[in-house]
């Protein structure tokens, strides 16, 4: 699936991310800047923070509590705030566009 990850400049960056990856982990393979994911992946760190479109909400799924404690840690907040290494990769996420905040860069 192809997914979309567009800084706030407006820089598009296109990534073919694999089923079963996240979408921090396909972010950091291709090294679009912004997703820093200090802690890897464990839900500890908030650099991974993304908005994703609200279209995709649906198929994205929701923030997990373990995510929500930790969004308390980042800025820039919105409904549509995800840690992007909760999100896993599957072949309904194909055209996912996802927007990076403003503060990681
Ligand atoms: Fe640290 Fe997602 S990589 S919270």
Request: net charge negative; with cysteine.
């Amino acid at each position: 699936p192809k997914i979309t990850y567009i800084e706030d400049s407006g820089k598009e960056h296109v990534v073919e991310a694999p089923v079963g990856q996240t979408v921090m982990e396909a972010a950091v393979k291709h090294a679009v800047p912004g997703i820093d994911a200090d802690c890897g992946g464990a839900c500890a760190c908030a650099t991974c923070h993304v908005y994703v479109d609200p279209e995709w909400l649906a198929k994205t799924g929701e923030q997990n509590s373990m995510e929500q404690s930790m969004l308390d840690f980042a800025n820039d907040v919105e409904t549509n705030s995800r840690l992007s290494c909760q999100i896993k990769v599957t072949p309904d996420l194909d055209g996912l566009v996802v927007r990076l905040p403003k503060s990681q860069h």
